[in-house]
């Protein structure tokens, strides 16, 4: 089964609360999360660092947004390794949002470091996986570079990364 790491742009793309993102990528990110939900292994952090972030933007309640009702779901559905599998991340001793397991390149040295954590799970999983991405550019400028290490980003939304 593939496994995916959620950015959570999905979600608030998904929640419809992101203003540069119109009806066809609101439809993909959703139709994306169901697709995860029901065919893919969602990979998440031991730290709970995605999920920290994730609860920033959507609601334990499941609702009103579809990217609230995969939080929800996710939520219920962590420690069950049918949808959901834990890796360990290694913090920097150098710098508190950045990781072990993210790659010392200096094509990716303007990477956004909140974003790498998300890097860091796929890779420490050890398992191919796609990070999926609705809105956030900078996935699309460090393409290359993360493709060289392992990591597919799938672009939900690829006109907004024109």
Not at 47 to 65: D, T
Not at 105 to 112: E, G, H, I, R, V
Request: glycine letters at 4%; one cysteine or more; charged letters at 25%.
């Amino acid at each position: 089964m593939k496994a995916a790491v959620v950015e959570t742009n999905v979600l608030v793309v998904a929640n419809e609360k992101s203003e540069q993102a119109g009806p066809e990528c609101i439809l993909a990110c959703v139709k994306a999360l169901e697709e995860i939900k029901q065919k893919r292994i969602t990979l998440l952090d031991s730290g709970m660092l995605i999920f920290s972030e994730y609860k920033r933007y959507a609601k334990f309640a499941g609702h009103p947004g579809l990217g609230d009702s995969f939080f929800k779901w996710l939520w219920t559905n962590q420690a069950n390794p049918k949808h959901c599998l834990i890796v360990d991340i290694t913090p920097s001793t150098e710098a508190p949002d950045d990781f072990e397991e993210f790659p010392n390149d200096p094509s990716l040295s303007s990477f956004d470091r909140s974003d790498r954590k998300f890097v860091a799970v796929a890779l420490a999983s050890g398992r191919k996986s796609h990070i999926v991405n609705a809105a956030d550019t900078d996935w699309w400028h460090h393409k290359e570079a993360l493709m060289k290490h392992g990591v597919t980003v799938e672009f939900l939304c690829p006109d907004l990364m024109r």
